[in-house]
């Protein structure tokens, strides 16, 4: 078995500002990293934004790190992030919240089925014919809400990455223990978690950053099973039109509380070939 592209998508949440999303394929593995959005301007990693450096790395590993199962394949990938990281940072880390962070799934086909890794909140939607399954457990994105509402009305609109907001996502990603990818290669096989699924040849898969999964997380626009059906009626394009059309409906974030009113959106609809 291998995987086939049907479609791909990765759009920025602003379109003057840089997207922090990767995703790619090979035949035997699939990924999706979301780098979670920087909270200083650059200068650990030069010029470059944590999260951009982190999202390419991260990519780039995954797509060299295929092994005789998933959590080698994950091993070899942390490992070389940690390495690229210790040669191209610029000076010292001065404070947990610096380290970059990302969200990430990877898809692996063995002899066996498909075996999923994933840190975070990118999942993936397995499509098999009418059955569907999220294969790295249902996505939920209710804390992360939480704490918007709790900052106040109009967060995403009037205060992200500034004042309080930033002192809590500082707060928030400096805790130990915190469930992300990031260039420490202990610390992310800690908090990477591993499963197992039957597959076969005419399956497909849907990979998401959270931004694209909002539609059935944040906006609860779509079951599991109607974004199933929405993907192969309408394709991924026109759904990240429609994730842009509720948040520009609600550009001060009051009817769905988050730190910023688009985030990045990338999705990869893939089919399993014989």
Request: proline share 3%.
């Amino acid at each position: 078995m291998h995987f086939e592209t049907l479609q791909s998508i990765s759009i920025n949440g602003t379109l003057t500002t840089p997207n922090d999303d990767r995703c790619g394929a090979t035949a035997q593995l699939a990924w999706v990293v979301d780098g979670a959005t920087d909270l200083a301007p650059p200068g650990l990693l030069g010029q470059q934004g944590g999260a951009a450096w982190l999202a390419e790395t991260a990519s780039l590993a995954f797509g060299a790190a295929l092994a005789g199962n998933i959590q080698a394949s994950c091993q070899t990938a942390f490992v070389r992030i940690e390495d690229q990281f210790e040669r191209q940072k610029t000076r010292d880390v001065i404070a947990a919240w610096e380290v970059p962070k990302a969200a990430f799934c990877l898809a692996q086909l063995t002899d066996n089925g498909l075996s999923v890794a994933w840190a975070a909140d990118s999942p993936i939607l397995r499509m098999s014919g009418d059955d569907v399954l999220w294969c790295t457990g249902e996505p939920d994105t209710s804390a992360e809400a939480e704490d918007a509402r709790a900052l106040g009305d109009g967060v995403g609109a009037a205060r992200a990455l500034s004042g309080a907001v930033l002192e809590d996502r500082r707060a928030h990603r400096a805790q130990d223990g915190h469930a992300a990818l990031s260039p420490d290669a202990q610390a992310s096989a800690a908090v990477t978690r591993y499963a197992h699924h039957d597959i076969a040849v005419g399956d497909e898969l849907l990979l998401m950053s959270d931004g694209f999964a909002s539609l059935v997380t944040d906006y609860q626009r779509y079951s599991a099973q109607e974004l199933a059906a929405a993907v192969r009626s309408d394709g991924l394009a026109r759904l990240a039109e429609e994730i842009r059309e509720i948040e520009e409906a609600d550009s001060a974030c009051l009817r769905f509380p988050r730190f910023k009113v688009s985030d990045d959106a990338t999705a990869m609809w893939l089919k399993i070939g014989g």
